[in-house]
């Protein structure tokens, strides 16, 4: 049984990682580290009640097998040209129907929202998953501190645009920037984060530095990376995998077993790091979220609603 209340997990038996073990050894040293990274790169932060107990991923498999087709479409890809991109100072444009519109370095924007670090699934719409620690800050905070306008129904993120530093956006493999949306209650709910690292570091490059999105019951590619600008707006968005293809992927994109991707089936998932030969596990509905976010779709056919 899930108990989110509780995380009792070893870490030293999850993840015999030097630099986990290194960050921990300095926070409870002090604040050494916090000047070697840029400013937004806080240390304080805890495990918060929403995570999952089940075992993270290794560091290892979570920056090793991506999707960002801004460094090339191979899982390994953005692992060996990630690198490139120069991710301090970086500057996060908030637009729209908000009361403090305006261009925030990110260690402004980051300013009075507390960090926690938040162990969700993670799955993609190809049938595979991680659970990932991520740190982050709940966007719905965000929100408030811009102040949304009654007006706002919607949001609408994109990813920056430098094909000099993103070897994957000097070929037209997607229409870049790449974009997603979110319906605002979506946006406010406490599970909705902007994750700045996992496994208590900065994030890696590959995995959306300096700041993503993380919206753990929908399927990854909602889960914008390196993001630049956040607009509230009266309308839904179109965002970049239904501009391609309407048919294969819609708007809402929650994980949902009972609706199949047209292509392959959607009830189960193959869990990274398990092995050649692991099980496949059985996906849940809304990815295990149910609990938390079904209330927000009644009413809804999410057949329909894909
Ligand atoms: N900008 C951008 N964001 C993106 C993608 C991408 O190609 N470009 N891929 C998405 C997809 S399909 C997935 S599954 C997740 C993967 O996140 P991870 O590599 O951190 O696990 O990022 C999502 N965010
Ligand atoms: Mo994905």
Known sequence: ??????????????????????????????????????????????TSALSTDETPNTLEEITTYNNYYEFGTR?????????????????????????KPGTYDL???????PLEERIYRFRCVEAWSMVIPWIGFELGKLLEKVGTQPGAKFLRMETVVRPEEMVGQRSRILDWPYVEGLRLDEAMHPLTIMATGLYGEE????????????VPWKYGFKSIKSVVKIELVAE??????????????????????EVDHPRWSQASERRIGGGLFAKRIDTQMFNGYGDQVASLYDGMDLTKNY
């Open 1 to 46: 049984m899930r108990q989110p209340w509780k995380n009792d997990m070893n870490w030293s038996d999850v993840t015999p990682k030097a630099a986990w073990l290194n960050r921990r050894q300095l926070i409870a040293g002090g604040a050494a580290a916090v000047a070697a990274g840029p400013a937004w790169a806080k240390l304080d932060y805890k």
């Open 75 to 99: 899982k390994s890809d953005p692992a060996a040209n990630a690198h490139t991109l120069k991710t301090d100072p970086w500057s996060v444009e908030i637009a729209g129907l908000v009361d």
């Open 107 to 113: 260690a402004e924007l980051m300013t009075g929202l």
């Open 203 to 214: 994030l890696p490059n590959q995995n959306g530095a300096p700041i993503r999105l993380v």
């Open 236 to 257: 839904q968005p179109v965002n970049t995998w239904q501009a391609i293809n309407a048919r294969e992927y819609g708007f809402y994109s929650n994980v949902n077993p």
